[in-house]
């Protein structure tokens, strides 16, 4: 392992076929190492956030509410007051003597002007340590409103972006159950865990409904405040993001009987057996069910697959390095860049959990580097060991890439083009051929310092 990789970082990182993975995970950035994780309060206003109809009020310093506008992306079939920032701004006075009337007069104007059909109130780092009363301004505020006020606990200081996922979960389940499930039909699902960047929601919601499935909530991409709380109605849980949403899934199957799959809608393996474990839960209740599936799957892949086959002739042999938020996209991107016939040479995440690493290594190729909460010196002096032709990640790891004289996916937040569904196999297939072919690269001193090597080695032979 390079001299240049912290001592103390050494257990976070793994190689595929070295022996047993033990990978040290989910514990506290390495102070000074400029983790890429966000804190507690980013990774509530991440999974909360694309709720179109809510209001988002953060209780904080103004920053917090910058750092975080329109953070996902989410795209909208209806209201746009996501796209919003609010903030009660609290400045010195405010610390020193408190922040709860703010927070109070704020509410009042903002659901008065806006009229939204619930609230949420984040906590910020500030908040905890002056000790304003979130809950209680909010009770108070929900009486006199009429619409549901939740006090998000995201407190930055209190761990890291997975919490955060753990307090939005709480919120948004305050609000599972208060409404009427009458209608409802079956085959009924809610999608959680997918943001609806570049209408990829919308997509899947295309192939469960010519499946015959109804689709309850959108949890939280392009979702509606009345759709969360009648969710409870609907016969199964489809979690992708397994980080974002899955501890409000296992609250729902312990509360109220509801089961869930965990499944991926990136790449063509991945999707296709979401879809069909889908069709088998229900295949009881609706016998052409499956039919109808493998019918949806087959037309689909009639479309991209003689293209895929064009864009793997360029990319045979080449290498690809992975770093994402949830593990669950990283499995996915190495069977997506196989089909592609590429090799994944580094693969990693920022909230992964053992178990994820376990799968990660059992299905990565021997010597692939695993890396958890990785930094830009580690990422770095792995893209130059691997020789590394694109890296695909999010908007923190693009400068990365372009500084060393590769292509670069986003994956993350920033897209604007779908990347699920089977059409987003195609959409990123055609991404990545163009990023690696493109000319560009020879004009980059390491790139080109390699270009020539292998002309010598050519010529040798």
């Known amino acids: 392992m390079s001299t240049t990789i912290l ?37 509530s206003r991440v999974v909360l956030y694309p709720i179109a109809d809510a209001l988002h009020l953060v209780h904080g310093p103004i920053g917090c509410a910058a750092y975080t506008w329109d953070i996902r992306g989410a795209l909208s079939s209806g209201p746009e007051l996501h796209r919003l920032s609010f903030s009660t701004d609290l400045r ?70 997975r919490a955060g996922y753990l307090a939005a979960c709480k919120a948004m389940f305050e609000l599972v159950g208060t409404g009427d499930t009458a209608g409802i039909d079956p085959a009924s699902v809610n999608i959680f865990g997918d943001f609806n960047l570049a209408g990829e929601t919308w997509i899947i919601r295309d192939y469960l409904r010519r499946m015959g499935v109804e689709v309850v909530a959108n949890v939280t991409g392009d979702g509606r405040v009345d759709d969360i709380r009648r969710c409870h109605g609907a016969a199964l849980n489809l979690v992708q993001c397994s980080g974002a949403t899955l501890e409000l899934a296992r609250m729902m ?6 089961s869930y799959l965990r499944v991926s809608y990136v790449g063509i393996e991945d999707m296709a057996d979401s879809l069909y474990r889908t069709a088998e839960f229900f295949q009881n209740s609706d016998p052409g069910i499956l039919v109808r599936t493998q019918a949806l799957v087959r037309s689909e892949l009639v479309k991209i697959l003689p293209e895929l086959s064009r864009l793997r002739r360029d990319l045979e042999g080449r290498k690809a390095a992975v770093y994402v938020g949830g593990a669950f996209k990283a499995f996915s991107l190495i069977k997506a860049f196989r089909h592609l016939g590429m090799q994944v040479a580094i ?38 060991e691997k020789g590394v032709d694109i890296f695909v990640g999010g908007i923190k790891e693009r400068p990365i890439a372009y500084k060393l004289g590769i292509g670069f996916c986003d994956h993350n937040h920033e897209r604007k083009i779908a990347m699920e569904g089977f059409v987003g196999m195609l959409n990123f297939g055609l991404e990545v051929h163009r ?14 310092a390699d270009s020539a090597d292998r002309s010598k080695e050519v010529e040798a032979c």
């Open 7 to 43: 001592e103390e970082r050494k257990s976070q990182i793994h190689r595929a076929g070295a022996g047993p993975i033990d990978l040290a995970c989910n514990r506290e950035s390495l102070a000074g190492a400029v983790s890429q994780r966000a804190c507690v309060f980013c990774g």
């Open 92 to 161: 010195e006075r405010d610390v020193i003597f408190g922040g709860e009337r703010k927070l109070a007069a704020a509410l009042e104007e903002l659901v008065q002007r806006h009229r939204p059909k619930a609230a949420f109130v984040y906590s910020t780092c500030i908040v905890g340590l002056i000790g304003d009363d979130l809950k209680a301004v909010c009770r108070a505020a929900a009486a006199r409103t009429g619409i549901p006020v939740i006090a998000v606990q995201s407190e930055g200081f209190k761990g890291n972006k």
């Open 253 to 258: 199957q312990e509360k109220y009987g509801t």
């Open 347 to 384: 693969v990693g995440s920022q909230t992964g959990t053992p178990e994820d690493y376990e799968e990660l290594a059992a299905i990565s190729d021997p010597g692939t580097i695993i890396v958890d909460d990785a930094n830009p010196l580690e990422l770095s002096e792995f893209i130059k």
């Open 435 to 448: 990023s690696v072919t493109s000319p560009v690269w020879r004009f980059m001193p390491r790139r080109a």
